[in-house]
């Protein structure tokens, strides 16, 4: 190791079920607009041409469970509760097969987001990552290994906000499948471990406040705690 003049935090890792060792957080790249009824209720359609993806840094990654104070900057702070896919071995200009494979697992994750920075630097057509890229804003629940989760299809996806139902739909309202998503970003990236994707999230997004609970499930996977503080 060569004498840094400081030291960086060290990665954020994910408990994995059935293992002792974490899954390290490297990238998170995260896909727009994958749910058309989301698309539809952010006044936007869905690109059936390709996907696209903005990334949020791997430092902003936070364990479920944990208190995410309300963030400066925003009046508008959103949930978007999400399925993540996490990278197990290296990929690059794969094939369908070939993606399927390198996933090592799926947890549930919640993007959060602020809205009014979000919509407005849209609306400049400038970059979102003021919107997006939120210290804390990538929530991670225990991650489950693709083998022990199955087929990605009918499993129910829904998000709660102080025990009220707000989000609630399937994995295959998905516009781009799992294996197409990985397939296609493995077209830019050399994907590796430590990647994650998260998946777009489904219609019923919403603001938050201090103090409020944030709950998430996937079926067949760990379900996602957050609180506002
Ligand atoms: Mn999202």
């Known amino acids: 190791m060569p004498d840094t003049l400081f030291t960086l935090p060290e990665p954020v890792t994910l408990p994995v079920n059935g293992e002792t060792a974490r899954y390290p957080v ?3 790249f995260c896909v727009g ?4 009824a989301h698309a539809a209720e952010m006044g936007t359609e869905v690109d059936r041409e390709a996907p696209f993806y903005f990334t ?5 990654a936070l364990n479920s469970g944990c208190t995410l104070p309300y963030p400066a900057g925003t009046k508008n702070f959103h949930y978007e509760m999400e399925l993540a896919v996490a990278i197990g071995t290296p990929l690059f200009q794969a094939d369908l097969t070939e993606a399927t494979a390198a996933i090592y697992a799926y947890g549930c994750a919640l993007d959060m987001t602020r809205r009014d920075v979000q919509q407005a630097l849209r609306a400049k ?12 804003c990538a929530v991670f629940a225990r991650l489950t290994k693709a083998a022990d989760m199955g087929h990605i299809g009918s499993q129910k996806i829904g998000l709660s906000l102080n025990g009220k139902q707000r989000q609630n739909a399937t994995l295959n309202d998905m516009v781009w499948s ?51 503080g």
């Open 26 to 28: 490297g990238r998170v």
């Open 33 to 36: 607009r994958n749910y058309a």
């Open 56 to 60: 949020k840094s791997a430092c902003h």
């Open 125 to 136: 057509q400038r970059p979102w990552d003021l919107g997006k890229d939120v210290e804390g």
């Open 178 to 228: 799992v294996p197409e998503l990985v397939c296609h970003l493995s077209g830019y990236y050399h994907l590796r471990p430590g990647d994650l994707i998260l998946t777009g999230t489904p219609a019923g997004v919403g603001p938050v406040v201090t103090g409020d609970d944030i709950t998430g499930s996937i079926d067949g996977l760990d379900p996602i705690q957050l609180t506002i």
